[in-house]
């Protein structure tokens, strides 16, 4: 997956993307992404609710009839769901032979029904985030090559944002399919200031709902210590990303090394994997730099081997709140199996539905 990229943190009205630099030697000047860039309707409690009070709910939960010029219509939510599950053995491989018979889709614990399958290579809008904070200077060079070489490795047909993010976050490279471009916006990297991932997530996580240009839609998150300059906290990235019905976040935490403080690390790792988990994303740890190439590879493949499921949902989206999912899978000659997927979601559409007619 190429690269492109950019990010948010507070409210300072900013306009522009930065412009790309004629040679490698002038990078442009490039604006804090801190404008809110939000596509969707603001999730908060008291905004939908205070919406609801002045305008009544806009859906009715269940089917109604309706009749229209002598044609009677059933109208009901249909709401699609739609997963990026990753199946694995006893032995942590991809198993990719499975077809739609083989998966059970939940949600809140009753049956749904699965209504696409799909188990091919579909192209992906990326987003590429990485920490340039002062204490990934040292970590550059090995970083670049590793996202360099994940891009190669990636669908002709994909699109990728790069994003750099210390106190703030910036765009070093709006979306492309162009190795190119990838390695020019990474010369834009600066390290230095504090690591604000959650600001970066939320903003990232916006762009995306509003500009990619493909429904499968990834963030790989690459960084070498916790949050400790954003204004949002990891409980609210989780819901925001949720709210927006993706995307799947992948991350790289390169928590290593005799200086590296072990209780500081521990929680550092537990985030990134809540950040995984919650999403159906995965999460890596390398051992050293000699191994970031290695697990950019192995999020490659495992992002272009997914299978593809949706569902409508038997639960009518004006109800609203959270809905877990569980996903299982069982194959002939295999033993137990794992799917990791998303862990839930929110509604984000209060209710819709057409149907058919009859005199």
Request: aromatic share 8%; glycine share 10%.
């Amino acid at each position: 997956m190429r690269a492109a990229g950019w990010l948010m943190v507070v409210c300072l009205p900013v306009t522009g993307w930065a412009q790309q630099a004629t040679t490698a030697q002038a990078a442009p000047q490039r604006p804090s992404l801190t404008v809110d860039r939000d596509p969707v309707a603001s999730p908060d409690p008291d905004v939908a609710g205070s919406a609801a009070a002045e305008t009544g709910p806009q859906v009715q939960a269940g089917p109604t009839i309706s009749k229209e010029g002598g044609t009677y219509t059933l109208r009901q939510d249909a709401f699609e769901v739609r997963l990026n599950a990753s199946v694995l053995d006893g032995g942590g491989k991809a198993v990719q032979t499975l077809d739609k018979d083989a998966f059970r889709v939940y949600e809140d614990g009753v049956p749904q029904t699965i209504t696409s399958f799909r188990h091919e290579d579909l192209p992906v809008s990326l987003g590429l985030l990485i920490d340039s904070s002062g204490s990934m200077y040292d970590k550059r060079a090995a970083v670049e090559k590793a996202a360099v070489n994940l891009v190669k490795l990636s669908n002709e047909a994909d699109e990728e944002f790069l994003v750099d993010f210390s106190w703030e976050a910036y765009i070093d490279q709006d979306f492309t399919s162009s190795v190119d471009k990838l390695q020019q916006g990474l010369g834009y990297v600066k390290s230095s200031g504090g690591t604000a991932i959650y600001d970066a997530l939320l903003a990232s996580a916006d762009y995306l709902a509003k500009n990619a240009k493909h429904p499968k839609q990834v963030l790989l998150i690459v960084t070498d210590g916790e949050d400790n300059a954003s204004s949002a906290t990891l409980e609210q990235a989780i819901r925001r990303i949720q709210d927006l019905d993706g995307p799947v976040i992948y991350c790289v935490g390169l928590l290593f090394g005799d200086d590296a403080d072990k209780r500081e690390s521990r929680h550092a790792r537990r985030v990134l994997e809540t950040l995984a988990g919650q999403t159906g994303g995965a999460a890596y740890f390398p051992k050293s730099l000699n191994q970031v190439d290695e697990v950019a590879a192995e999020v490659a493949k495992d992002i272009r081997s997914q299978y593809t499921i949706t569902y409508h949902s038997t639960k009518s989206p004006a109800l609203g709140g959270y809905r877990e999912i569980h996903v299982e899978a069982k194959g002939k000659g295999f033993g137990r199996l794992s799917v990791r997927t998303r862990t839930g979601y929110f509604p984000k559409v209060a209710g819709a539905g057409v149907a058919a007619a009859g005199k």
